[in-house]
């Protein structure tokens, strides 16, 4: 009879653990790899036993989660130089990367509102250190006093981008090309106002191309925006969040129509993970953790992975300029 009673309790305890959890017990995902860019790491993703691989997320508010649960969410698992108490989409990295069975030590340095520039002149005693991995995130509109103008973002972009590769001259320097706003396109006033919304995106990962061009430390472009508009265009977003959002939508943008919800701060971190690991995002499957932290439908946390693994796969056919 005991061992009757002890067998039911095992199976019941299996059954109330997260088919995630178990399948990250056993071994991590053994999905194909995304297609990796012209310039993707030397060394290739980091993956099973080994030393931590340390990365720096160098940003702002779109960094740090704002205006979203991602700001604080699991902030113990990170180092936020600033002493911010942040968890951000550097936090999500963290996450992923732990149940793919990857070893990252995962800090960031992100300030609401600067751009590239800031951190260079005034963050630069905090970050100036030899780091395996950067993620380097500019200002929305790339230049505050001159929205859209990749002057700024170009050299500043550079500027950094030589000082990490002289700390460590295989370090994996990434840029990241971020979303349209569509407070400054469905509001007058701005470059891109009464433009499509996937005009701004497009524009940024522009900028981003020409800054890649011209500092060969930088290895690749993060196309979230992209990602963005692809996610409008498959239907899965709503384009715009001023009429309201479309039954069986979800909203990309948090309640200002400028930052990122969580589904938009997700799709970000599922873009760093999978262009910085290699590994194929839908590997983290329906019952990654995070997406289930954060409240997100089964078939929605899905529909962010293949996305994101969408994106990018097209990276690889796209010549470097």
Same mark, same amino acid.
């Given at each position: 009879?005991?061992?009757?009673?002890?067998?039911?309790?095992?199976?019941?305890?299996?059954?109330?653990?997260?088919?995630?959890? /178990?399948?990250?017990?056993?071994?991590?995902?053994?999905?194909?790899?995304?297609?990796?860019?012209?310039? *993707?790491?030397? !060394?290739?993703?980091?993956?099973?036993?080994?030393?931590?691989?340390? $990365?720096?997320?160098?940003?702002?508010?779109?960094?740090?989660?704002?205006?979203?649960?991602?700001?604080?969410?699991?902030?113990?698992?990170?180092?936020?130089?600033?002493?911010? *108490?942040?968890?951000?989409?550097?936090?999500?990295?963290?996450?992923?990367?732990?149940?793919?069975?990857?070893?990252?030590?995962?800090?960031?340095?992100?300030?609401?509102?600067?751009?590239?520039?800031?951190?260079?002149?005034?963050?630069?005693?905090?970050?100036?250190?030899?780091?395996?991995?950067?993620?380097? @995130?500019?200002?929305?509109?790339?230049?505050?006093?001159?929205?859209?103008?990749?002057?700024?973002?170009?050299?500043?972009?550079? /500027?950094?981008?030589?000082?990490?590769?002289?700390?460590?001259? *295989?370090?994996?320097?990434?840029?990241?090309?971020?979303?349209?706003?569509?407070?400054?396109?469905?509001?007058?006033?701005?470059?891109?106002?009464? /433009?499509? $919304?996937?005009?701004?995106?497009?524009?940024?990962?522009?900028?981003?191309? @020409?800054?890649?061009?011209?500092?060969?430390?930088?290895?690749?472009?993060?196309?979230?925006?992209?990602?963005?508009?692809?996610?409008?265009?498959?239907?899965?977003?709503?384009?715009?969040?001023?009429?309201?959002?479309?039954?069986? /939508? $979800?909203?990309?943008?948090?309640?200002? @129509?400028?930052?990122?919800?969580?589904?938009?701060?997700?799709?970000?971190?599922?873009? $760093?993970?999978?262009?910085? !690991?290699?590994?194929?995002?839908?590997?983290?499957?329906?019952?990654?953790?995070?997406?289930?932290?954060?409240?997100?439908?089964?078939?929605?946390?899905?529909?962010? @992975?293949?996305?994101?693994?969408?994106?990018?796969?097209?990276?690889?056919?796209?010549?470097?300029?």
């Amino acid at each position: 009879m005991t061992a009757r009673v002890l067998m039911i309790a095992l199976a019941l305890a299996l059954a109330a653990t997260p088919a995630a959890a /178990q399948k990250t017990a056993a071994s991590p995902p053994a999905a194909p790899p995304v297609a990796p860019s012209t310039a *993707g790491p030397a !060394t290739g993703p980091a993956l099973g036993p080994g030393p931590a691989r340390s $990365i720096l997320f160098v940003g702002n508010s779109f960094t740090f989660g704002a205006l979203s649960p991602v700001r604080r969410y699991r902030a113990d698992t990170v180092t936020d130089l600033n002493k911010n *108490g942040i968890g951000g989409v550097p936090a999500l990295f963290k996450r992923f990367t732990d149940q793919a069975g990857l070893s990252y030590v995962v800090s960031l340095e992100a300030v609401s509102g600067m751009g590239l520039d800031y951190h260079f002149t005034q963050k630069r005693p905090l970050i100036d250190k030899a780091w395996d991995v950067v993620i380097l @995130q500019d200002f929305s509109t790339l230049d505050r006093a001159k929205p859209g103008d990749p002057g700024l973002h170009r050299r500043y972009a550079a /500027q950094l981008a030589k000082m990490f590769a002289a700390r460590n001259s *295989g370090a994996d320097i990434e840029l990241s090309a971020t979303w349209s706003r569509a407070d400054l396109t469905y509001k007058p006033g701005s470059p891109w106002s009464g /433009q499509t $919304i996937d005009r701004m995106a497009i524009d940024l990962r522009r900028a981003a191309d @020409q800054a890649r061009a011209g500092a060969p430390q930088i290895r690749g472009v993060i196309p979230i925006g992209e990602a963005w508009n692809r996610a409008i265009t498959a239907g899965l977003a709503d384009p715009n969040p001023y009429d309201g959002t479309s039954f069986g /939508q $979800i909203d990309l943008w948090t309640y200002d @129509q400028y930052h990122a919800s969580a589904y938009g701060y997700y799709l970000e971190a599922l873009l $760093i993970f999978g262009r910085v !690991t290699g590994l194929d995002p839908r590997s983290l499957g329906v019952g990654e953790l995070a997406a289930d932290d954060l409240g997100l439908a089964p078939g929605v946390t899905l529909a962010l @992975q293949r996305l994101a693994y969408e994106q990018l796969a097209s990276e690889a056919a796209r010549p470097r300029r």
